[in-house]
């Protein structure tokens, strides 16, 4: 016989070293963990003949089946559970429990949720909820009576009672009746049949049979399947022959799994239908047994608000493991390199991408020049016949998730996930455009695509006398701030002085080593400022080719572009994509190169062409390029400081909105206009030939939350909208 499995896994890890193979070692102990990580421990348990597939999921037991679990949305889960419930090519089962930890603020053992053997989950099981009670008890080794409190429900969660007695057979407080209704019913025979509608935690529909009338001859399956259709959820229907005042037989056909052996929440259903009947002996006090095929089950109420106490058998059959398979959790994620981009030069391409942004954003015409005019000057009436300018909408890729970050952690968080990550640490400053949308992203994510919670940690840098004192400062909910706070992400504030003098990434780093000290992350996802890192930047080297191919579709093409360059990443990507286009051009071919400019409103200007080499570095896979190869300038528009504003700025964003209903941020893309246009205007003013109007493009960054938390002195001596006393009375 064999030895088990993780025997062969011990011996490797303490055998192999001695041949010096550590890739050999790497890949055989990564494959069979791998392995054990699929396979789940179940145990097989029976209740009267009902029989179940247990799963312990409790103390981080059964990973495999909590991940496969949070899929049940995309029927991975009920397309497992119905594999495992099939009786002649698997385990066979009349349905899947799977226990968890309970949150119930009254505290239980465990949380029981049931699901039918077609995957659907029902909202209470009798005979499993009997089932777990003698499961736990024989883990705990107590000594009988055992008792314990189970969380069963959906939607409403309910704490219910349950005893081993000595004797083995186990008791259950269900609780009250949640309701009933009495009707007299033509059912598809034309007989009168007395029916009754009851919900004890789960819907249930109880027919009486007539006293002429067999259980045997009823067709149940074909009856209860033309039921479903009238219930949005579906109903539990049972037919039921009366043989004395204390006894009564039935058949339940379950929703989602067809006629059982026995069903315990049917027992109680029926017990609430026997007070209910007009019999002439009515019972003040039930003490009905329920027989099924598969055994006896005791029912005893107090009616009408009395708890219904069910005491049956249940057993517990075998115990094995189970093969579990991987979701198929980023499949619709694939990724392909537009074709219109030479995939041939990149290091690597990424394989999966996030739609967390709404592509493709607009390309529209951009009359900025004479709005600019009153405090440009003369140079921006020379432009306007000079130049024809469009913008790229970036500012649209979504709503809390606007901007261009959104576009590279599209990619960065896919990574993550993949990765199997469970939380992501990044940095920035404190109205920080990234930090907000990496915060967004990740509750967005966890809520469609992946099982564990991906948390994230903001490193936000703010003034040094802010922190002074050693308290945590009140930093408030203005702009960026408030919308990461909104999104659950934990801010850990550091000083200017601090993050400058680390580096943020060393920040991130330091904090990603402490909270798996603390055992708050297991598997940490580090991402620079503004995600520009290699794999980030692709998503600027797509919205390149996107551009492209709406230039092609508009018949147009750009003879430069000018894009905001803050931490670097969308610059050099989008400068890298329109070098990869044919021709070096956007839209359609004919005539020189696209030159893009970037321009630079965080750091000095040498510092982007380092932190771009270091990117492109990464990037390209033969024929090292450096950012001066790609960028056709790199100008320094940093101005009075970062995210400070001059009035000039400031009466652009102004004269911007009211023109043309587009806002810019006083951080990134107002700045970066303010100096693309002067650019413009001294290129129009200084004599050059005059011809053709050439094309240009601004790509606007978004930023519009940098609105909120600006400082809003500045916008005082602006000629905003008036504001007065509504006087028409």
Same mark, same amino acid.
């Given at each position: ?15 192999? &070293? ?35 597939? +247990? ?68 909202? =209470? ?7 777990? !009670? ?40 269900? /609780? ?19 029916? &009754? ?36 959820? /579906? ?54 047994? +329920? ?16 708890? =219904? ?113 469970? +939380? ?33 940690? %903001? ?75 290699? %794999? ?11 551009? &492209? ?39 359609? !071919? ?36 450096? !950012? ?13 400081? *970062? ?26 893309? /107002? ?36 609105? *909120? ?19 028409? *009375?």
């Amino acid at each position: 016989m064999p030895a088990p499995i993780h025997q062969y896994y011990y011996f490797l890890k303490k055998n192999i &070293h001695s041949y010096n193979c550590a890739a050999v070692n790497d890949f055989i102990i990564k494959y069979i963990r791998d392995l054990f990580q699929q396979m789940a421990t179940f145990v097989k348990v029976s209740g009267l003949g009902n029989d179940y597939v +247990v799963f312990d999921c409790r103390q981080g037991r059964c990973p495999s089946v909590s991940i496969l679990l949070r899929y049940r949305h995309r029927n991975v889960w009920k397309a497992f559970v119905a594999e495992i419930s099939q009786r002649r090519t698997s385990i066979g089962s009349d349905g899947v429990i799977v226990i968890g930890k309970s949150e119930h603020p009254n505290g239980a053992s465990c949380r029981m949720r049931i699901f039918n053997s077609d995957g659907s989950e029902a909202e =209470l099981c009798c005979n499993g909820l009997r089932c777990i !009670a003698k499961y736990l008890s024989q883990e705990s080794n107590d000594a009988l009576p055992f008792e314990a409190l189970v969380e069963t429900g959906m939607r409403r969660r309910t704490l219910r009672k349950v005893v081993v007695q000595a004797t083995g057979l186990v008791r259950a407080n269900l /609780g009250k009746v949640v309701h009933w209704e009495q009707h007299v019913v033509v059912a598809r025979f034309a007989t009168s049949r007395s029916m &009754h509608e009851v919900n004890v935690g789960n819907p249930h529909l109880v027919y009486f049979l007539r006293d002429d009338e067999t259980l045997a001859e009823c067709d149940l399956e074909e009856f209860a399947a033309d039921k479903q259709s009238d219930y949005e959820n /579906g109903i539990n229907v049972s037919f039921v022959k009366r043989i004395d005042p204390a006894t009564v037989k039935a058949r339940t056909y379950e929703r989602g799994s067809g006629e059982t052996n026995a069903c315990g929440s049917a027992a109680a259903a029926i017990a609430v239908g026997c007070w209910l009947q007009p019999w002439e002996d009515p019972p003040e006090h039930i003490d009905v047994s +329920v027989l099924y095929r598969g055994g006896k089950i005791h029912m005893s109420w107090q009616p009408p608000h009395g708890d =219904l106490v069910q005491t049956g058998q249940a057993s517990i059959l075998f115990s094995g493991v189970v093969n579990v398979p991987k979701p198929p959790q980023l499949e619709q994620f694939a990724y392909k390199l537009p074709p219109s981009l030479n995939a041939s030069r990149f290091a690597f391409l990424p394989k999966i991408k996030f739609n967390l942004s709404n592509l493709p954003t607009p390309l529209e015409k951009f009359d900025v020049f004479k709005a600019a005019a009153p405090f440009l000057g003369a140079s921006m009436l020379a432009a306007d016949k000079r130049f024809e300018c469009w913008i790229k909408r970036d500012d649209l890729t979504g709503a809390a998730l606007s901007g261009n970050k959104i576009r590279k952690l599209d990619f960065c968080l896919a990574d993550a996930v993949e990765r199997n990550c469970d +939380v992501v640490i990044t940095c920035g400053g404190i109205q920080s455009n990234h930090c907000r949308a990496t915060a967004v992203a990740c509750a967005r994510i966890k809520s469609w695509i992946k099982p564990q919670e991906l948390k994230a940690h %903001l490193i936000l840098r703010v003034p040094d006398n802010i922190l002074e004192g050693g308290a945590t400062p009140d930093v408030g909910f203005s702009g960026n701030l408030l919308l990461a706070r909104f999104a659950g992400a934990q801010i850990h504030l550091v000083s200017e002085t601090e993050y400058h003098k680390e580096g943020g990434f060393e920040l991130v780093k330091r904090l990603a080593q402490r909270l798996i000290k603390e055992g708050v992350a297991k598997k940490p996802c580090c991402l620079p400022s503004g995600a520009s890192n290699a %794999l980030g930047s692709f998503g600027y080297i797509h919205c390149a080719a996107e551009v &492209h191919h709406q230039c092609l579709d508009l018949g147009i093409s750009f003879d430069a572009a000018y894009v905001a360059c803050g931490s670097v990443g969308t610059a050099v990507g989008f400068a890298l994509g329109v070098d990869s286009l044919e021709g070096r051009r956007l839209g359609v !071919a004919g005539g020189s190169k696209t030159c893009v400019h970037a321009v630079s409103v965080c750091d000095p200007v040498e510092d982007a062409i380092d932190d771009g080499n270091s990117i492109l570095d990464d990037l390209i896979k033969s024929d090292k390029i450096v !950012a001066d190869d790609i960028l056709t300038s790199i100008t320094d528009a940093i101005g009075v400081g *970062y995210a400070k504003s001059t009035p000039e700025e400031l009466q652009l964003l102004h004269a911007v909105a009211l023109e043309t209903g587009i806002f810019l941020d006083p951080v990134y893309s /107002g700045k970066a206009l303010y100096d693309t246009l002067k650019q413009l205007g001294a290129e129009a003013s200084n004599g050059s030939k005059q011809g053709e109007k050439k094309r240009v493009l601004f790509v606007h960054t978004g930023g519009i939350f940098g609105l *909120y938390g600006a400082d809003t002195r500045g916008f005082a001596a602006l000629e905003l909208g008036s504001v007065e006393r509504f006087r028409e *009375y």
